[in-house]
């Protein structure tokens, strides 16, 4: 498994929309271990290929924010929302590409989703709560949305701002 470097807003590739994966192959399951890597070292609770620069419809998650219980690493791949409630939940969103800055955003509370998995079965599931809200960020990303797409121009104009602000400055510390 190797770290992949996460890009940071504003990138183009970010506002993409992701190509289907057309089968499960070594390439595929490689870049599944690396984002769930990454993702975990970050450390954050979901990761779109977009986000390391591979503008494939595949997501990795794992919101399981207990200490006590056991990671539960899903890999998702062509994912689609077969359902979703009209109750809305609102939930203080944040993305590792727009580092330490957050919003609140409505989405449904729940969503049941279709993927394939790393096994090139069909899979579905129902998520609700903290699940529910990181699938839907995810999936967005394949769609080359991101959270702050969500929240007022005023306030996305003022982050992208700090991630440019931020990018100077990691660009001057690696010079």
Not at 41 to 52: E, M, N, R
Request: charge should be negative.
């Amino acid at each position: 498994m190797t770290l992949r470097p996460i890009l940071i807003h504003p990138d183009p590739r970010l506002k993409k929309q992701c190509e289907p994966v057309a089968r499960i192959t070594p390439d595929v399951e490689t870049l599944a271990a690396d984002m769930l890597a990454t993702m975990y070292d970050a450390p954050g609770i979901g990761l779109a290929a977009p986000q390391v620069g591979v503008l494939s419809r595949i997501f990795v998650m794992d919101a399981q924010r207990d200490p006590e219980a056991e990671p539960r690493p899903m890999v998702l791949i062509n994912p689609e929302v077969t359902w979703e409630s009209e109750e809305p939940n609102v939930y203080d969103e944040g993305c590792l590409s727009i580092p330490d800055q957050y919003a609140e955003v409505t989405r449904p509370a729940q969503v049941k989703m279709s993927w394939l998995g790393l096994d090139g079965k069909q899979h579905e599931e129902d998520f609700d709560g903290l699940w529910a809200t990181c699938a839907q960020h995810e999936l967005d990303h394949l769609n080359g949305v991101l959270f702050i797409d969500h929240i007022s121009a005023m306030r996305r104009q003022m982050i992208t701002r700090k991630m440019v602000k931020l990018k100077r400055e990691r660009a001057r510390e690696k010079a």
